[in-house]
């Protein structure tokens, strides 16, 4: 019997009408997730004995550039009546094009005005548009101290007007974001699922009783995505709290001038960090020195979102110095061959979460299985329990 989750196609209708349009830096997962998406279709289509049959939904375009650095979308297949889904990655920054001669690397600026390109590219013809766009452009913007821009509002206000009806993302900075468009659909999903999978799959030989597995948000921020992981575990939950000096801006942000932690005693317990995004990395490397400090087992880090923007070189040495034992990520924007071959990294793949995703939209299904999975970390973490501590046979669906 397959769970609701999966989305099984439903034969009452030809689903010809659905189609995927990948932009260049969303291309790999997008593969991924057509490969899920055409396997379940076909399959469900000889069940049914009918002739239906699909190669890809994949759609071809470009955004190709002139030598000026202006660029134009192109759609090479049709979309007329088709409810189309559009992958972008704007934190992809290894895509580079030739501007006066020169290389010049894609921003997410330049990825956003490519997504806007290829709506603009659709014309109106397609029955329905929605944006899968994990890693929100502008994210991080999401609310104004002072007299600044509010980017992310702004992008969502711009996508309704062209005529996108709903956006798909994964845990966004702050989901309250949403409010700036309360009438265009807006769906935040969260990898705690694959997360966890990918950690018990790696480290199978982790207790996560309570008395010797704890969650510590790295601030207050995360206190959201945190409380959830201990809830779902029933371990302890500890925090830090930044005092930052909003005095000064240094690359962008107001500088962290101590961390505090506020919480059980750590000792001698595994603790998982979970966070959207590593930047910099500064702030989670600072949080292992302090939980080390306080006699702390292995550390798990974890972020949606791994970028890594002043490279590796300091989380390979706090590796070498025992700071920490894992980084737990996923493949939802751009990460380098080299992050991914480290023997610290661990890569949650979401490409199956994702085509069930869309598969339920398409087919107008409740997502709410989709948007909580606690039955399946419960049912997760059970079977870690019983398995223990034989090695973890993790043959559950995704």
């Not at 007299?147 to 309250?176: K, N, Y």
């Not at 575990?233 to 909003?246: I, Q, S, T």
């Not at 006699?295 to 390979?316: S, V």
């Amino acid at each position: 019997m397959r769970p609701y989750y999966e989305s099984i196609f439903n034969f009452d209708k030809d689903l010809s009408n659905m189609g995927i349009i990948a932009l260049e830096g969303a291309k790999e997962l997008a593969k991924k997730v057509d490969y899920y998406l055409v396997n379940w279709y076909n399959q469900e289509a000889k069940a049914h004995n009918t002739n239906y049959h699909k190669d890809t939904f994949l759609l071809e375009s470009r955004c190709p550039r002139f030598t000026t650095g202006d660029g134009k979308g192109l759609v090479l297949d049709s979309v007329r009546g088709k409810d189309i889904y559009i992958m972008v990655d704007v934190g992809n920054y290894s895509l580079t094009y030739d501007m006066f001669g020169t290389p010049n690397r894609m921003s997410p600026d330049d990825h956003y005005q490519d997504l806007k390109r290829i709506i603009g590219a659709i014309a109106g013809k397609a029955n329905k548009i929605t944006v899968v766009m994990p890693i929100l452009y502008g994210g991080r913007q999401h609310r104004r101290n002072s007299r600044e821009s509010l980017d992310c509002a702004q992008m969502m206000h711009e996508l309704r007007a062209m005529g996108v009806t709903d956006i798909i993302t994964f845990d966004a900075h702050d989901p309250r974001v949403q409010n700036a468009q309360p009438l265009m659909g807006f769906d935040n999903f969260f990898p705690t699922y694959q997360i966890l999978k990918a950690l018990l799959k790696r480290f199978p030989e982790i207790d996560m009783s309570k008395e010797h597995f704890m969650i510590v948000s790295p601030d207050e921020g995360a206190m959201g995505r945190n409380i959830y992981y201990a809830s779902v575990l029933g371990v302890d939950l500890g925090m830090f709290y930044k005092r930052r000096d909003y005095a000064n801006i240094v690359n962008g942000r107001n500088p962290i001038v101590a961390h505090e932690y506020i919480g059980n005693d750590v000792k001698d317990k595994a603790i998982f960090v979970a966070d959207d995004i590593i930047a910099t990395g500064d702030s989670m490397l600072k949080l292992c020195k302090e939980l080390k400090a306080a006699g702390c087992g292995k550390i798990f880090l974890c972020a949606t979102y791994a970028l890594f923007t002043e490279g590796l070189e300091k989380f390979q040495k706090a590796y070498d110095d025992g700071l920490f034992t894992a980084v737990l990520s996923t493949n939802l924007t751009y990460g380098t061959q080299e992050m991914i071959n480290k023997p610290w990294f661990v890569q949650a793949d979401m490409s199956k979460y994702l085509a069930y995703i869309i598969s339920a939209c398409d087919q107008n299904k409740s997502l709410s299985p989709l948007l909580d999975p606690h039955d399946k970390v419960v049912e997760l973490i059970e079977k870690h329990n019983i398995n223990k501590p034989q090695q973890l046979e993790l043959n559950i669906e995704e």
